[in-house]
């Protein structure tokens, strides 16, 4: 009896002493609650299940992916300590977060660590801080800005244009880019409107835009912003074009503003409604798994999802220096890796390239109206 | 003049809204002493359960609005009272406050728990015509969330001041002791308190959710910017909520466009520090004695 019970025992202490086997971890930290919760739930929803195709696929490298997320609160200090938490739970990479203003803060303790980290942010600063381990899974806002300028300037023929920007690291990122733009090609700024980080009223914003004589108004804020800023533009029947970036016309403002996004413009990295047959299924598949459309974000965090499996094959372990060494000048295509939907290039700084679209909302979804090459 | 005019109209129409809140912070300081710090998280919910009347059990928007309103009385008003302020009120003022600070942290992470994080649409009552009035574009919605609210409002004060229960509900809220032995129900009287509460937060939740979309955060601007207004008017005055939330949704609107867009958000708190150093009991409150 006794035997018995010390063979157990020690076939148990056995069994507990080995490690896991055929399992990588990633991190996914991300605005899950707090006024970013709208990007980040499509940002996590789409890395979640990139790596459950991933997984049913056979995994990265033969190994199941364990994909742990943290809610960073839209909070940079709380965002920073789970970064923190995913490197001591022993992640090789890491997803997120979508805020720039986080990201700027948390990429440090990643870089720190050496860990990999692919951001859905799109501030400008977060690739120009030389820090070797930040990735883009969507270009910055300095790279989408001369883009959607030249279009105001060249096709819309803008020549003053009112600025309505989040006053947060993300706006600031954008608005920096779209002024240095506006100057290049001649647009005069006749009111320029800097708003809170969940601000609810934007009544006094839409009236000083639209009695300021511009030809155009340009929202950068972020998701729920940018439909508060819609109702009430059509609420005051504002009656000038109002252009902006993914965040004026992704599909959760869409379903926020309702029929108060109509019209509205803008340019995007990414959208479900490209025409291009890989995001279809992708957006197809996405609708049934949760039962929304999909925004950018959704599609960002996909790609993540499938970049970091490909890159992680090349490389040929989960080696996080090697995979960040590996980042920098590749360039993705879909031949070789199917997941990241369109080809994709890093440059040293780990900015992104690729083609994108100006899109108008019709009907209550996006309109592909130009497609613009990589810059 | 066609923008100052907008400006002004707008910022009655949000200042109606933060009034109904703010008079609920008035309503409870007079049945219970206290402050509730839930008052915020009392205007987000009810516009949840429209929408769980909508998406979950398919009603009309009218109906929905009537489910949440009965909701609403039963959850925030009645259960209120007896879950919270009556247990807690025996042992003084500040652990009720402390309850109640409890309390809004628990609807509001109720409300992310079971229907997101994410803020809803949430549909306009009004139908978004706008009227061209000497230059100014004035919205149908702005007109009537203006016209309700002050109705809502003025109901209020002409049952107080009109009806036996009103006149009632004022005995018990100025002493009591005196009222009951007059022979008013005073428990009664007190539970209505808290209803009319619960009921004036669900019209401005209707009213204000499709401005700033339905999400479990509402609470925390609304709370702080009607709590700002009941002491600016006078906190044991109604009409004294009235005049602070009409007022603070002007200022915000002008300090926006004429002062600083950056700073518009201080502009409630500058006047709140202004009225509480030259007229600590608000605009038109009554100075109150304390004994030690």
Known sequence: MLRTFLGATAVALVLSAIPALGEVKVGSIIELSGPGAAAGTNFHDGVKMGFEEINAAGGVLGEQVQLSE?????????????????????????????????????????????????????????????????????????????????????????????????????????????????????????????????????????????????????????????????????????????????????????????????????????????????????????????????????????????????????????????????????????????????????????????????????????????????? | MAEFLQLILSGLAAGSIYALAAVGFTLLWQASQTINFAQGEFVMLPAFFVLVGMTVLGLPLWTSIAFALVLSLIVLGLMFKKLVVEPMLPHGTLPLVIATIALGVLLKESVKEFYGATAQPFPAIFPQTVYNVAGASISLQDIGNLTVSMLAIVGLQLFLGRTRTGRCMQATAQNPNVAEILGVNVKRMVLYTFLINAALATVASVLISPIYLAKFSNGETLGLVAFIAAIVGGFNQIRGALVGGLLIGVIDNLSAVYISAQYRSAMPLILLIIIILVRPQGLLGTSEGRSV
Not at chain 1, 137 to 151: D, E, I, N, R, S
Not at chain 1, 236 to 243: E, N, T, Y
Not at chain 1, 312 to 332: F, N, P, R
Request: hydrophobic share 40%; net charge negative; aromatic share 8%.
């Open chain 1, 70 to 375: 943290y809610d960073s609160q839209t909070d940079p200090q709380v965002s920073r300590a789970m970064v923190q938490k995913a490197i001591d739970d022993g992640v090789y990479v890491i997803t997120g977060t979508v805020f720039s203003s986080s990201t700027v803060v948390n990429m440090l303790v990643a870089q720190q660590a050496g860990i990999p980290q692919f951001t859905g942010s799109e501030a400008p600063s977060i690739t120009q801080k030389g820090n070797p381990y930040i990735f883009r899974t969507t270009f910055g806002a300095q790279k989408g800005m001369p883009k959607v300028v030249k279009y105001m300037a060249e096709e819309m023929g803008v020549k003053k244009v009112a600025i309505v920007w989040a006053n947060t690291e993300f706006g600031k990122g954008g608005y920096g880019a779209f002024m240095d733009e506006a100057r290049n090609y001649g647009i005069e700024i006749v009111a320029d409107l800097p708003t809170e980080q969940a601000q609810t009223d934007f009544s006094a914003d839409v009236l000083k835009a639209k009695n300021s004589g511009a030809d155009a108004v340009f929202v950068y804020l972020t998701e729920e912003e940018s439909a508060r800023f819609l109702r009430e533009a059509q609420k005051q029947s504002i009656g000038l074009p109002l252009v902006g970036e993914t965040t004026l016309i992704g599909a959760k403002v869409i379903q926020l503003a309702g029929d108060a996004a109509s019209g509205a413009m803008g340019h995007v990295g990414l959208t479900a409604d490209a025409g291009i047959p890989a995001i279809t299924e992708m957006v197809d598949r996405f609708k049934a798994k949760y039962n929304y459309t999909p925004d950018h974000n959704a599609i960002k965090g996909y790609t993540a999802a499938w970049t970091i499996k490909c890159v992680t094959e090349m490389v040929g372990s989960t080696d996080s220096q090697a995979i960040a060494d590996k980042m920098h000048g590749l360039t993705l295509t879909t031949d070789e890796c199917p997941g990241v939907l369109m080809d994709a290039t890093w440059d040293e700084t780990g900015e992104m390239s690729r083609e994108s679209f100006f899109v108008e909302v019709e009907n209550g979804k996006q309109t592909v109206k130009a497609i613009l090459p990589p810059n």
